[in-house]
């Protein structure tokens, strides 16, 4: 009955969605998972691998193809396991090896790619490497970087330059033990590995074999372009910014940012990988890029060899206090503008440095940012809880766990704090929203989760939520997938763009960041239907799905985006078949797990 039911699907689905010339990773919809707060199984009141699979069918009913995970490597948790102790294990917070494998398995069994997040810049001052560096035990001696430090005129020995952690205070620290300076881009207690160490290239080598070995498709790569300095440790000039000299903005970060050292680490790993795939099964596996970096860097690790740089433009270049004029001269524009030749784009409006879009920019717009995350060019990036507009909680000084917060004093620590973004997912309004059986979780849960949640959100006519999981709908289509994209500004407050290719219905997305109606013309789209209908509609849309309009004349509603489809015939088979591939995955999938 089953196969049945598929065939029939499929007999019924004649358009064409998915192009076999695209390698699995240029269409992907990636969702980041921040572990410690998507699912806790056991109740203690944070995030586990045990969580994460118990919710992986949710994904797959969603549209999501590819899920990736802050680590879970073995931690100390100073920083909340980006400090690593051991990049081959488990810690025991988040679960157990087959814990992680049962995880990957799961996954496969369903469809999903699985990525990890690899930390290649430094590990825990507690990992069995730098206790024997710091002992002078070969050949663990120069894994890291040490430095004796600066004589001055009294012989008294000094920091070697003027070098700030990213987090504040001074990037060096002295150990009585060895007597010397090691140098931290983040804190004290995550000591930067030395990558002109041949050995440390190759132990980061195995490293990465290893996870593909346990079932992995790929990795993001966190800092990547903090991995190598300038080894004749010369001051970095003064930004004028501020007179703090251990404030991270008070230098320009000439000297331990994108060395060019960093890029031909790029290149050797992307060997690796594609090594890898050759010689197992040809599967791409992939790279993923954390950089925050000016666009012409950002650009040069295609040329390395990434699959994709993340691109962070619409977090860091702009809010929701610009003009739709600014974004799209300053995220868009700047970005395709500038990138590559034959190459994949991708499209980032969050993740678990940043404050949350309904915050950054506002709820009212969360749907229009998820337009236009998801229907430009390319690989979309959703960070967990934005598909039902997840707001940022203000969390006291006493509840305050972020590590680049705590440094900070109680008068200022809000300024740094990145545990507002990082509340626990919002599943439905029983205990803990539904995260844990647990009152107390290691975060607080927002005070709103009992109207604002997911389970409350599948059940709404309209929502974030169900906005969302029509736009990953949507990008199965063959229009979004290869189709040519043309951006442009209707007025100072609305921007729109098309999706066009030869055989398929156009598809426009209008978005208004003004707060009153706009009206505009949409005669710019040349091969528009002259009579379209909303496709896609945000939830404060006055214009809502079905609702037909005409080319010349758009009344769209503040603070929102709609997707518009020909008013034809084909423009509404092409909805109805969008529709018939979000069924026929979900039964492809189910068929599957059984």
Same mark, same amino acid.
């Given at each position: ?6 065939? %029939? ?7 064409? +969605? ?10 992907? +919809? ?34 999501? *193809?590819?899920?990736w995970?802050?680590?879970v490597?073995?931690?100390?948790m100073?920083?909340?396991?980006? *400090?690593?102790?051991n ?23 369903l469809?999903?790619?699985v990525? /990890?997040?690899l930390?290649?810049n430094? %590990? ?34 000094? !920091? ?28 004290? #207690?995550?000591p930067d ?20 070995d ?6 993001r ?8 300095e ?26 331990t ?17 594609? *090594? ?5 099964? =040809?599967?791409? @596996?992939?790279?993923? /890029? ?26 860091? &270049? ?19 503008? &500038?990138l ?13 440095? @940043? ?16 337009m ?14 934005? #598909? ?19 440094n ?19 599943w ?18 927002? +005070? ?23 736009l990953?709908?949507? !990008?199965q ?21 098309? !999706?066009?290719?030869?055989? %398929? ?9 003004? =707060? ?13 239907? *002259? ?22 004349s ?8 709609i997707?518009l ?9 092409a909805?109805?078949s %969008? ?5 026929l995955m ?5 068929s599957?797990?059984?």
């Amino acid at each position: 009955m089953r196969g049945l039911l598929i065939l %029939s699907l499929l007999a019924l689905t004649s358009w064409s +969605s998915v192009n076999a010339d695209l390698d699995w990773w240029q269409t992907a +919809s990636v969702y980041q998972v921040y572990p410690r707060s998507w699912m806790d199984s056991d109740g203690d009141g944070i995030g586990d691998i045990p969580g994460i699979e118990s919710k992986l069918e949710y994904l797959v009913d969603t549209g999501i *193809d590819t899920f990736w995970m802050s680590p879970v490597y073995e931690s100390p948790m100073v920083d909340f396991g980006y *400090d690593i102790s051991n990049f081959t294990s488990i810690d025991s917070i988040f679960g157990t090896m087959d814990d992680f494998d049962n995880l990957v398995a799961t996954a496969k069994s369903l469809g999903l790619k699985v990525i /990890m997040d690899l930390v290649p810049n430094h %590990s825990s001052d507690e990992h069995e490497w730098f206790i024997k560096s710091l002992a002078g035990i070969d050949p663990y001696t120069d894994y890291y970087i040490w430095h004796n430090g600066t004589e001055l005129e009294n012989g008294t020995i000094t !920091r070697p330059n003027n070098w700030i952690s990213y987090f504040g205070g001074y990037a060096w620290t002295w150990s009585s033990e060895r007597q010397a300076y090691y140098y931290h881009k983040f804190t004290e #207690e995550q000591p930067d590995l030395n990558y002109r160490n041949e050995l440390v290239v190759q132990e980061m080598k195995d490293i990465i074999e290893f996870w593909l070995d346990r079932g992995v498709d790929g990795f993001r790569v966190d800092a990547v372009d903090t991995l190598f300095e300038d080894e004749t440790y010369p001051d970095e000039p003064l930004s004028g910014l501020t007179d703090d000299p251990t404030d991270y903005d008070y230098t320009l970060h000439y000297y331990t940012m994108a060395q060019d050292e960093t890029y031909e680490m790029v290149t050797q790993w992307r060997t690796l990988l594609d *090594d890898y795939a050759f010689k197992t099964d =040809n599967v791409t @596996r992939i790279m993923m /890029m954390e950089t925050y970096e000016n666009v012409t860097q950002v650009m040069k690790f295609y040329d390395a060899g990434a699959h994709f740089p993340f691109n962070f433009f619409l977090i860091m &270049n702009v809010n929701g206090s610009n003009t739709a004029s600014e974004i799209k001269e300053l995220a868009i524009d700047e970005w395709l503008d &500038n990138l590559p030749d034959n190459v994949t784009s991708d499209w980032v409006i969050g993740n678990h440095d @940043r404050k949350r879009v309904a915050t950054r920019y506002s709820s009212e717009q969360v749907d229009a940012m998820n337009m236009i995350n998801h229907l430009l060019p390319g690989v979309s990036v959703t960070y967990y809880g934005e #598909e039902i507009g997840m707001e940022n909680l203000w969390i006291s000084w006493e509840d305050t766990q972020d590590p680049w917060a705590c440094n900070q004093d109680e008068d200022t620590y809000e300024l740094y704090s990145r545990d507002p973004n990082r509340t626990p997912m919002q599943w439905d309004a029983t205990t803990s929203a539904g995260f844990s059986t647990n009152e107390s979780t290691w975060l607080p849960v927002h +005070s709103n989760y009992l109207t604002l949640n997911l389970a409350a959100q599948m059940e709404a006519e309209v929502s974030h939520y169900k906005v969302y999981k029509a736009l990953i709908s949507l !990008r199965q289509e063959s229009v979004i997938q290869e189709g040519s994209v043309n951006v442009q500004l209707l007025t100072d407050n609305v921007m729109a763009f098309s !999706r066009e290719l030869d055989g %398929s219905d156009p598809v426009i997305v209008v978005t208004n960041f003004a =707060n009153n109606t706009e009206t505009v013309s949409l005669d710019v789209f040349e091969n528009a239907s *002259d009579n379209m209908v909303v496709s896609i509609a945000s939830i404060n849309s006055e214009l809502t799905e079905g609702t037909a309009v005409s080319r010349s004349s758009v009344e769209i509603s503040a603070l929102s985006g709609i997707v518009l489809r020909s008013g034809t015939d084909s423009g509404a088979n092409a909805i109805l078949s %969008s529709a018939f591939f979000t069924l026929l995955m979900a039964v492809l999938a189910r068929s599957i797990r059984c």
